[in-house]
């Protein structure tokens, strides 16, 4: 028998924490935080429904539903909105969460390339980032 490691295989003794690998973070950042924003999405589509089941069996009240009107933009809006158990909201929180999970993926990136003392790509993922933030400023100032 090969009693050898595997590759990226950790070695912590029983009773030791197992040291954290960069890839396995990333993975379960991006895993987690698309459940979580299909939760939500999930959640605001039932409670849209459960709150009006006319939309199931009226064309007239889905056109309503779907058609173009002031939807939760803020996040101060989205989480008034949660509180009050509006379908709506819940659907609005799962999109902004499905935006910011590849920016926390950078800003995660970020912090390991420090910790691994990567300066080139310190400086890259830095840029990015910046890049990232300014887009959502100017977005935000736009509408």
């Known amino acids: 028998m090969n009693d050898a490691p595997k590759p990226g295989a950790t070695t912590a003794t029983p009773g030791e924490a197992a040291p954290l690998v960069p890839e396995l973070l990333i ?8 459940l979580a924003s299909l939760s939500l999405v999930t959640l605001g589509t039932l409670v849209t429904f459960f709150r009006h089941p006319d939309y199931l069996v009226s064309s007239e009240a889905l056109e309503r ?3 173009p009107h002031p939807v939760p933009h803020g996040l101060a809006d989205v989480v008034a909105g949660a509180l009050a158990a509006r379908g709506q909201s819940f659907v ?7 935006m910011a999970v590849p920016v926390t993926r950078v800003a995660l990136s970020l912090l390991i390339f420090r910790q691994q003392r990567d300066r080139l790509y310190v400086v890259i993922t830095t840029v990015v ?6 887009s959502f400023l100017l977005g935000a100032a736009e509408g």
């Open 27 to 34: 993975s379960d950042l991006l895993r987690y935080g698309v």
């Open 129 to 134: 980032l910046a890049l990232l933030l300014v």
């Open 65 to 67: 539903l779907t058609a």
């Open 92 to 98: 609005m929180a799962g999109l902004l969460v499905m």
